[in-house]
Every structure is written in C-alpha cells, then in structure tokens.
C-alpha cells in the first residue's frame, strides 16, 4: 500500500526553498517522478512531502546563448532535451543520450535533472555532461553553489547535494569549433531499460578526447586516465584499438540484472573503440 505523504506544488523558488528549509530531510524534490515515483509505491522511499518542481518557471529554461553555453532548467525534459536544435548542433553526444533513454512517453515526464539527481551508475545523460564539462547549479535559502559535475556524484545513488538544497539546472560551456561528440549505448533491449554500459567520446577542435562512462563503476565516471593516453599520440585507426582495450583497464562494473561484469567489460572496451574510431574518421557532428 502506498505511504501517506504530503504533496506540494510551489510557484516560485522561494516558496520550494522554504518548504525544503522547514521539512527537507523528509522531504523529496520529484521532477517527472520516473525515478522517485517507483521507489514509493514500491514503499523503498518513504518521503513525508513530496515538493514538485515542475510549477517553479525558471526551472522550464532551455537556453543556449552564443559566446556563453547552454543552460537546462529542472523542468526540462528529456525530451526537451533530445529535441533542441542547440543541442543537436553543440552538444551531439547530449541529445544522442537523451534519445536513448527510455520510451517517448517516459521522456516526456522524465528531466535531465532529475536523471544526475537520482544518481544512478547507469545514468544515460552523465557521460555527455561528463565529456562537455558541465556545472550543477544548486540553491538553498543560505545561498547558492555551482559544482562540476565530474564532482557531484559520491557514491552509488548518491550525491554531494544537501536536503536542503534544490538543482535549479546545469550548465554547459560552448564547446569551440571544430567539436565532435557521439554517445553509444548497449542495453538488453531497446527503450524501458537503462545501459548495459553508456560511452560518450567527444574529440574538441584541439584534438583532444574526452572520454566518460556509465554504469562501469559505482558512479558515471570521466576517463582522464585513458584520455591523457590517447592525446599524447597521433590519430590513428590503431588508437582506436587502444583505447578499447586500455579503457578496460580503468573501470569497476560489478554484475547485476542487465549484465555479468565480465561482458560489461567486454562490451565497454568495444563501444570505447567503436566511438573513437567513429570520431577519428570525422562522424559526430551535427546531421540536422
Ligand atoms: C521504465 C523506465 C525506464 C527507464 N530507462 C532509463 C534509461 O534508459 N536510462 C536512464 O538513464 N534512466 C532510465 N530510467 C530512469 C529515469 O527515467 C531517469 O533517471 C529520469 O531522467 C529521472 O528523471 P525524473 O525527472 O523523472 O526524476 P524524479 O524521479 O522526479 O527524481 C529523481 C531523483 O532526483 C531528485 N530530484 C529531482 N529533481 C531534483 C532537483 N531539482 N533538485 C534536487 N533533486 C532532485 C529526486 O528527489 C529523486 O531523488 C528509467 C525509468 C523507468 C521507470
């Protein structure tokens, strides 16, 4: 049987921080309610309110401004996301991700926000914030903090973020001319499901990689290790090759429901050679 809770829907940002500030550690933000609405009724979270984010309008910004970047509200969708011109033009890796999560009907409720929030290893939208060095933007009554997101996540399900304290959205950098970026993703069947293993490879105008992962370790992770590798040598179909095999070096699936650790392994070293050789011969910019 599903748990009592209080359910409150805020117009404004202060009237959501002041309800965090009276009753945040019982208390849970929901965006589209994708995450946090199966761990209720399956009674594995049990909040005594739940503040929905949603009706507060600064969180629906979707905005990319030339010379600054891009910022995604809250309120977002996955969707949303997916679909932005901006996006699929700047930040390609970005909307590749958001298309592959779920179905067309679960994005239409589920947030980018609420995707880091719930800090899942296999979150699909980590890796392309990972590899376009994003910032989360987080606010509370006593002020607010931006954190790149390479540092927000702390464990499994976890995060640096006070109960007190609510995402108000993330930002983006301008990626410089010149960038590349894809996402690739293998899971169990297509849609309904997160990642078996999720590899977003960008290669900026300087010829640099950037590399992040999702659910090879208890959270997304950024592969500086292997980055800093694959930049001190010359592009080359043989780079590729490495950098598949040398990526199996720097990760920690552990097996579960969706895969053993050995074929999470397995598949990680193929999708991280398949995206950098994708990338090496020119793919990963914007094809309207
Ligand atoms: C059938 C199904 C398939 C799925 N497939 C995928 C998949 O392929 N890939 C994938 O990555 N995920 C998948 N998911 C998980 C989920 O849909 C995503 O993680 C989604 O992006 C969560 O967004 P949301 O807005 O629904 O978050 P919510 O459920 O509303 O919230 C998730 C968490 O974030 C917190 N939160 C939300 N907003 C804020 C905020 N503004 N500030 C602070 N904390 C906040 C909540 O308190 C909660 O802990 C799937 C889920 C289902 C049910």
């Known amino acids: 049987?599903?748990?009592?809770?209080?359910?409150?829907?805020?117009?404004?940002?202060?009237?959501?921080?002041?309800?965090?500030?009276?009753?945040?550690?019982?208390?849970k933000?929901?965006?589209?309610?994708?995450?946090?609405?199966?761990?209720?009724?399956?009674?594995l979270a049990?909040?005594?309110?739940?503040?929905?984010?949603?009706?507060?309008?600064?969180?629906?910004?979707?905005?990319?401004?030339?010379?600054?970047?891009?910022?995604?509200?809250?309120?977002?969708?996955?969707?949303?996301?997916?679909?932005?011109?901006?996006?699929?033009?700047?930040?390609?890796?970005l909307a590749q991700a958001a298309g592959s999560l779920a179905s067309h009907q679960l994005r239409n409720r589920a947030t980018l926000v609420g995707n880091i929030c719930n800090a899942s290893p296999g979150a699909d939208l980590a890796p392309p914030l990972l590899v376009f060095e994003a910032?989360?933007?987080?606010?509370?009554?006593?002020?607010?903090?931006?954190v790149p997101v390479a540092e927000f996540f702390t464990g499994v399900k976890k995060t640096v973020l006070r109960p007190e304290e609510m995402v108000i959205g993330v930002s983006l950098p301008?990626?410089?001319?010149?960038?590349?970026?894809?996402?690739?993703?293998?899971a169990r069947i297509k849609g309904h499901d997160l990642g078996i293993v999720g590899v977003a490879a960008r290669l900026t105008g300087e010829k640099r990689f950037c590399?992040?992962?999702?659910?090879?370790?208890?959270?997304?992770?950024?592969?500086?290790q292997l980055e800093q590798t694959?930049?001190?040598?010359?592009l080359s179909p043989a780079l590729a090759e490495r950098a598949g095999e040398e990526a199996r070096r720097w990760i920690h699936p552990i097996s579960d429901v969706r895969s053993s650790a050995e074929y999470r392994t397995h598949v990680a070293g193929v999708l991280v050679k398949r995206a950098v050789a994708r990338l090496i011969s020119g793919e990963g910019t914007y094809d309207a």
């Open 174 to 186: 301008e990626p410089p001319p010149g960038d590349r970026s894809l996402y690739l993703k293998q």
């Open 135 to 146: 910032v989360v933007h987080m606010v509370s009554l006593l002020g607010s903090r931006m």
């Open 29 to 43: 933000l929901m965006a589209g309610g994708t995450d946090l609405l199966v761990l209720v009724r399956r009674n």
């Open 1 to 27: 049987m599903l748990g009592n809770f209080d359910y409150v829907k805020p117009k404004t940002l202060t009237e959501a921080l002041e309800y965090l500030d009276r009753h945040g550690p019982e208390s």
């Open 230 to 234: 694959l930049n001190a040598q010359p």
């Open 46 to 93: 049990m909040p005594a309110h739940l503040v929905d984010v949603k009706g507060i309008a600064e969180t629906g910004r979707l905005e990319f401004i030339p010379g600054q970047g891009l910022f995604i509200g809250a309120s977002v969708t996955v969707n949303e996301v997916a679909g932005s011109e901006a996006v699929k033009e700047r930040y390609p890796a």
């Open 211 to 224: 590399l992040a992962m999702s659910a090879v370790a208890p959270t997304p992770i950024r592969l500086f």
